[in-house]
């Protein structure tokens, strides 16, 4: 057997390659950098089709190589990435050194996460690097392979198929407590015991969030722009007990089994906050990568009500980046234990 699995792997290799080296099957490759290893790893590709990535271009805001030092051309800079991905219909994109920060490279990668895309990168100070298996290389220079983002996966299916199921059987189980609620939210405020509002989800797409009213806001611009209620002095005890308790939060179940939501992820805010936010802190855009959750990391440790934002979107972006189903599963247990604690806001 062992011999056996050589030889079949060896026969498997050798025919790739050939129809690597043939170009009937070559990736159309991006390099972000057009500097000095950005330039060798574009000539090199071209030199050694056997690894199947057919360079198309450079992008960089400040090139450092001349036109005629180009192996391929310069097609722009960092912001025309998402548009260069679709046109060229590149399949994989190498960051050798780009003279964008790395700060704002972060950001910029990210712009790969929705499209079918491989992100390779050049690691720092490469020359002394050691090459693992789990690393790539093209012709001695090594490349690290960025993990697929957890929301291209097939376990983010089922993540899917959870929600339905969880929130179809709570609505069903929890019918007659949200039934006593909505009665108990008559009698203290009078007619609409929902409250709906506009938030910000899945690709900063708006939906209709709900929740049982626990006070009822003097206009729309009150609704729009008050950071929080948690200390206001018109919150009767109904509506004190509610939010304590964050069974104000179950109407949103509807808001799951409908697709707005999901139970574990990012919470939602609203437009104007979402603005103010985004202007403030780099990284609060990319929270709206997933759907927004019923709960989430950042919440079961802490971070709501009048929290620190730039914790908040850390946090968030954290969870997104290191999903796994077993994580919600964390979330939703520490979650339970925080309304039974009445730790709601």
Same mark, same amino acid.
């Given at each position: 057997?062992?011999?056996?699995?050589?030889?079949?792997?060896?026969?498997?290799?050798?025919?790739?390659?050939?129809?690597?080296?043939?170009?009937?099957?070559?990736?159309?490759?991006?390099?972000?950098?057009?500097?000095?290893?950005?330039?060798?790893?574009?000539?090199?590709?071209?030199?050694?089709?056997?690894?199947?990535?057919?360079?198309?271009?450079?992008?960089?805001?400040?090139?450092?190589?001349?036109?005629?030092?180009?192996?391929?051309?310069?097609?722009?800079?960092?912001?025309?990435?998402?548009?260069?991905?679709?046109?060229?219909?590149?399949?994989?994109?190498?960051?050798?050194?780009?003279?964008?920060?790395?700060?704002?490279?972060?950001?910029?990668?990210?712009?790969?996460?929705?499209?079918?895309?491989?992100?390779?990168?050049?690691?720092?100070?490469?020359?002394?690097?050691?090459?693992?298996?789990? $690393?790539?290389? %093209?012709?001695?220079? /090594?490349?690290?392979?960025?993990?697929? +983002? !957890? *929301?291209? =996966?097939?376990?983010?299916?089922?993540?899917?198929?959870?929600?339905?199921?969880?929130?179809?059987?709570?609505?069903?189980?929890?019918?007659?407590?949200?039934?006593?609620?909505?009665?108990?939210?008559?009698?203290?405020?009078?007619?609409?015991?929902?409250?709906?509002?506009?938030?910000?989800?899945?690709?900063?797409?708006?939906?209709?969030?709900?929740?049982?009213?626990?006070?009822?806001?003097?206009?729309?611009?009150?609704?729009?722009?008050?950071?929080?209620?948690?200390?206001?002095?018109?919150?009767?005890?109904?509506?004190?007990?509610?939010?304590?308790?964050?069974?104000?939060?179950?109407?949103?179940?509807?808001?799951?089994?409908?697709?707005? $939501?999901?139970? %574990?992820?990012?919470? /939602?805010?609203?437009?104007?906050?979402? +603005? !103010? *936010?985004? =202007?403030?802190?780099?990284?609060?855009?990319?929270?709206?990568?997933?759907?927004?959750?019923?709960?989430?990391?950042?919440?079961?440790?802490?971070?709501?009500?009048?929290?620190?934002?730039?914790?908040?979107?850390?946090?968030?972006?954290?969870?997104?980046?290191?999903?796994?189903?077993?994580?919600?599963?964390?979330?939703?247990?520490?979650?339970?234990?925080?309304?039974?604690?009445?730790?709601?806001?």
């Amino acid at each position: 057997m062992a011999v056996g699995v050589v030889v079949l792997r060896a026969i498997a290799y050798t025919v790739v390659r050939r129809f690597r080296a043939r170009g009937w099957v070559a990736h159309p490759t991006l390099l972000l950098g057009a500097g000095q290893v950005g330039g060798q790893i574009a000539s090199l590709l071209l030199a050694h089709p056997s690894y199947g990535l057919r360079p198309v271009g450079f992008l960089d805001n400040d090139p450092l190589l001349r036109p005629d030092q180009r192996p391929v051309p310069l097609l722009g800079g960092s912001e025309a990435l998402s548009s260069v991905l679709v046109e060229f219909g590149v399949r994989d994109v190498v960051v050798a050194f780009s003279s964008v920060p790395g700060s704002e490279m972060v950001d910029i990668i990210r712009t790969c996460d929705r499209l079918d895309v491989e992100i390779f990168f050049v690691p720092r100070l490469f020359e002394l690097h050691n090459t693992s298996r789990e $690393m790539d290389q %093209v012709w001695g220079v /090594p490349l690290v392979r960025l993990p697929r +983002a !957890a *929301f291209r =996966s097939l376990s983010w299916k089922l993540k899917r198929v959870f929600d339905v199921i969880a929130s179809g059987l709570a609505l069903l189980v929890l019918s007659p407590v949200m039934i006593a609620l909505a009665l108990a939210v008559r009698l203290e405020g009078g007619p609409g015991v929902l409250f709906r509002q506009e938030r910000v989800g899945l690709d900063g797409r708006p939906f209709e969030l709900l929740k049982f009213r626990s006070l009822r806001p003097v206009d729309d611009s009150e609704s729009a722009t008050l950071w929080t209620i948690a200390h206001d002095d018109r919150l009767g005890p109904v509506g004190r007990f509610i939010r304590s308790t964050s069974l104000d939060e179950l109407p949103q179940l509807w808001n799951i089994l409908r697709g707005d $939501m999901t139970v %574990v992820g990012p919470r /939602p805010e609203r437009p104007a906050f979402v +603005a !103010a *936010f985004s =202007s403030s802190y780099p990284r609060y855009t990319a929270r709206h990568r997933v759907p927004a959750g019923l709960t989430g990391w950042a919440q079961i440790h802490g971070l709501r009500g009048d929290t620190s934002i730039e914790d908040r979107a850390r946090f968030d972006n954290y969870y997104i980046e290191n999903w796994s189903l077993w994580l919600d599963l964390k979330i939703i247990l520490r979650t339970v234990l925080a309304v039974l604690r009445r730790a709601g806001g």
